[in-house]
């Protein structure tokens, strides 16, 4: 029994040691920060999903204001939370070639298919897609692609006059989800989704699964997190959404004989790539004996294509959706700004003969001031990662030496709702955005779309199809706080990437009454 015993305490001081062994990391480098616990770190909240990881960079960011870093630790793994905007610019920018990666996988070889994305890649398989995906988001394709927009746009008046019809209020999270998926997957994949008239939309579930997390779902993540190599054939997304994608993206290719069929949208795109078989370009990890970057080759494999179309899939409805739906939100609970925003659209609508057009949308100064402001306080993404990727780094603002593979978080809804940045950040004031007053916003605090090389590539698709949507909704209708709306909303705890939140953002919708 006594030997049992013996064993049995050292069984768990070996454990608390293994738990705990990185805790020192930010002590020895006078980093304030939470006491960790083990094996959590200072993430318990967000692996017991009662906070989400944009809960918890705020958090974090708020209770040390005084500081331009703050330590945190994801399970064991030191990360830095970065407050100072300078600091933030060094990171996405200017130093750019020693943070290259995002680091949003434990595991620097096990990867799921579904992450080999540009959003989630590191290194050379995110600069080689990254160079050839560019040039699709150029402003000569989103012109060529804006009838597609104005065809969802018409379809999304037809289903907000049956809301005016039959709700009493209608969750604008759905409402402006459905508009987006309809576009992209009209512009991106060929498909009329119809999730607008399809009440049981497949493809409205399968986006809505993408960003659920279940319990099964949170478990694999913090399992991942914790013990990475013991783990690394755990995946982070649901087994099914593979399969699901997988047999999407072979039905669309074969319904095009696996060759680009002349629409220019991203499947010709991936199919164009296919048929040359590989990217070649210069690599951003390794460089040869004169420090050159050396010359490397990416094999386009159809599992890398299915990958490609379940973030552009994503991410494409999900942050456009978000951004817009919370515009209106805010629109609803600011009558003076959503009428200004109307007599904006009509006028900008007559001197385009009552059409909405790529041109059109571009004049609507005000409704993308709105939209910014919504952006500001609550970005579609609400922090940064990324990871080291030097040996080491040393922060000459503050002294501060890293090692290779610490990661980064930049808590960008934090920045831009602090008042040290934006005079009353709790108020919604599209004029921080008016032509005078914008220039005067500092630098690397407003970052909705992230800054640098790694910046949101489809920045602008983004943009266009939430503006398009939020004008043909207010040309015909207002709408206003339902009796259950919430003027403060409450986010989600078990949000993943983008922010969702507690019953949606319901809202009254009604014809407009033109004097």
């Known amino acids: 029994m006594l030997i049992l015993s013996a064993v049995l305490v050292v069984f768990c001081v070996v454990l608390y040691l293994y738990g705990t062994r990185t805790f020192n990391y930010w002590k020895k480098r006078g980093i304030k920060h939470e006491k960790p616990l083990p094996f959590v770190g200072t993430n318990l909240k967000n692996f017991a999903q009662k906070a989400s990881m944009a809960m918890m960079a705020t958090e974090t960011y708020r209770k040390f204001p005084n500081e331009k870093v703050v330590g945190y630790y994801r399970g064991t793994v030191p990360e830095l939370v970065i407050r100072d905007p300078e600091i933030a610019k060094r990171i996405l920018v200017t130093d750019f070639q020693h943070f290259y990666a995002r680091g949003f996988n434990p595991h620097k070889t096990v990867i799921e298919p579904l992450l080999k994305n540009l959003f989630f890649a590191d290194g050379d398989l995110w600069r080689l897609i990254r160079q050839r995906f560019t040039p699709a988001f150029s402003t000569g394709k989103l012109k060529a692609m804006f009838p597609l927009i104005t065809k969802r746009a018409e379809n999304l008046q037809i289903f907000t006059e049956k809301i005016v019809i039959n709700r009493d209020h209608y969750d604008a999270r759905e409402l402006m989800g459905r508009y987006t998926t309809d576009f992209i997957g009209e512009c991106g994949f060929g ?31 913090a399992l991942k997190i914790m013990f990475p190599e013991m783990c690394k054939n755990l995946t982070f997304l649901a087994p099914e959404l593979e399969k699901t994608m ?41 460089k040869d004996k004169d420090g050159k970057p050396e010359i490397v080759t990416l094999e386009l494999t159809d599992s890398l294509m299915m990958s490609q179309m379940f973030v552009f899939f994503g991410a494409g409805f999900e942050t456009s959706s978000t951004a817009s739906s919370y515009t209106l939100h805010q629109l609803a609970f600011n009558p003076d700004c959503q009428e200004k925003v109307q007599a904006e659209i009509d006028s900008v609508l007559e001197k385009y003969d009552n059409k909405l057009t790529f041109d059109a949308i571009k004049d609507m100064a005000y409704l993308e001031m709105c939209f910014y ?3 500001r306080m609550y970005p579609s993404v609400a922090y940064l990662m990324r990871k080291c990727t030097s040996k080491e780094y040393t922060f000459p603002e503050i002294n501060l030496t890293i090692d290779e593979d610490v990661k980064i978080m930049i808590p960008i809804q934090a920045i831009q709702m602090d008042e040290k940045y934006f005079r009353e950040p709790t108020k919604f004031d599209p004029e921080r955005f008016s032509f005078g007053a914008k220039d005067d916003i500092k630098k690397f605090v407003f970052l909705p ?6 910046a949101c590539v489809g920045e602008r698709l983004g943009q266009m199809q939430s503006m398009a949507g939020l004008a043909a909704v207010l040309q015909k209708f207002t709408v206003e706080p339902a009796a259950i709306s919430r003027r403060d909303i409450i986010p989600d705890p078990t949000g993943v990437v983008s922010e969702n939140f507690v019953g949606g953002l319901p809202l009254k919708f009604r014809r407009r009454v033109k004097n």
């Open 246 to 286: 997988n047999h999407l993206y072979q039905s669309v290719v074969k319904e095009r004989n696996n060759k680009p069929s002349g629409r220019n949208d991203f499947v010709d795109l991936l199919l164009e790539l296919k048929e040359k078989g590989e990217i070649i370009g210069e690599s951003i990890e390794k």
């Open 191 to 221: 498909i009329n989704m119809d999730t607008l008239n399809d009440e049981n939309s497949q493809f409205r579930a399968l986006g809505k699964r993408i960003f659920e997390r279940k319990l099964r779902d949170g478990v694999s993540a």
């Open 373 to 375: 402001e919504s952006m």
């Open 449 to 454: 779309f992230g800054e640098g090389p790694r």
